[in-house]
């Protein structure tokens, strides 16, 4: 079955640098690429996601970076601000049809002032 | 205002009590799909449905049943809750499979099964 791995598991920065979490991913049929945020507390929600057909999408502060031969993607935050301290989730599908979700164990960032 | 609306909150119940968590959405989409939240593990998929009357085995759908009899509702069914279902639970539906979209999630279930 797929299997996603997120690294690092835990990332602290200092405010205002940045901060790069990396998922891979072991099914080649994904060509969907989201990130989620989760706050404490709090529902996931979306912050970026990316298409096969693109190699790089940015949104403010925050970019994604695909490299499908290597079957990884990036999530990029610049600047980053202490209300981006949370848990970060990437969520490939597990087929073309994303139906099939396969969530990575996550990443807690942690801003520090 | 779009959203995802889960019940109850919270619950907490013993082994073998029946339970269901509802979950509604409106949003008219037709993708609607079930979690549940442990640490260590992240998010895990339970169950979905690509619409009403069709719903398929996520990753962990031992223990659970699911329905999808009108496209807004997709109640979340333990039959015979044992402790190892305690967890933190969350519904999402997104517009349509294979369209790629995003995921909107409910607030969360969380479930002490004692």
């Known amino acids: 079955g797929e299997n996603v791995e997120q690294h690092p598991s835990t990332l602290s920065v200092q405010e205002g640098d940045s901060a790069v979490i990396k998922c891979t991913y072991s099914?080649?049929?994904?060509?969907?690429f989201p990130w989620y945020k989760q706050e404490l507390g709090k529902r996931p929600q979306l912050i970026i996601d990316i298409r096969s057909n693109v190699g790089e999408k940015k949104d403010q502060r925050i970019a994604v970076t695909l490299n499908k031969t290597a079957k990884h993607f990036s999530l990029h935050i610049t600047e980053t601000q202490p209300e981006d301290s949370a848990v970060y989730f990437c969520?490939?599908?597990?087929?073309?049809?994303?139906?099939?979700?396969?969530f990575g164990p996550g990443t807690r960032l942690s801003v520090l002032p | 205002e779009a959203q995802v609306t889960q019940n109850p909150r919270y619950l907490i119940t013993v082994t073998g009590k029946k339970l269901t968590v509802t979950c509604s959405q409106n949003m008219n989409h037709e993708y609607m799909s079930w979690y549940r939240q442990d640490p260590g593990l992240g998010l895990r998929q339970i169950y979905y449905?690509?619409?009403?009357?069709?719903?398929d085995k996520g990753d962990v759908p031992e223990g659970y049943k699911v329905s999808r009899k009108e496209k807004r509702n997709f109640p979340l069914i333990l039959e015979s809750p044992s402790p190892n279902q305690t967890s933190l639970y969350f519904c999402?539906?997104?517009?349509?499979?294979?369209?790629?979209?995003?995921?909107?999630f409910g607030d969360g279930t969380r479930l002490s099964i004692l």
């Open positions: 099914d080649s049929a994904s060509n969907y």
């Open positions: 999402a539906s997104s517009r349509a499979p294979g369209a790629h979209q995003p995921q909107h």
């Open positions: 969520a490939p599908p597990l087929d073309n049809y994303g139906q099939n979700f396969v």
């Open positions: 449905s690509m619409n009403v009357e069709v719903t």
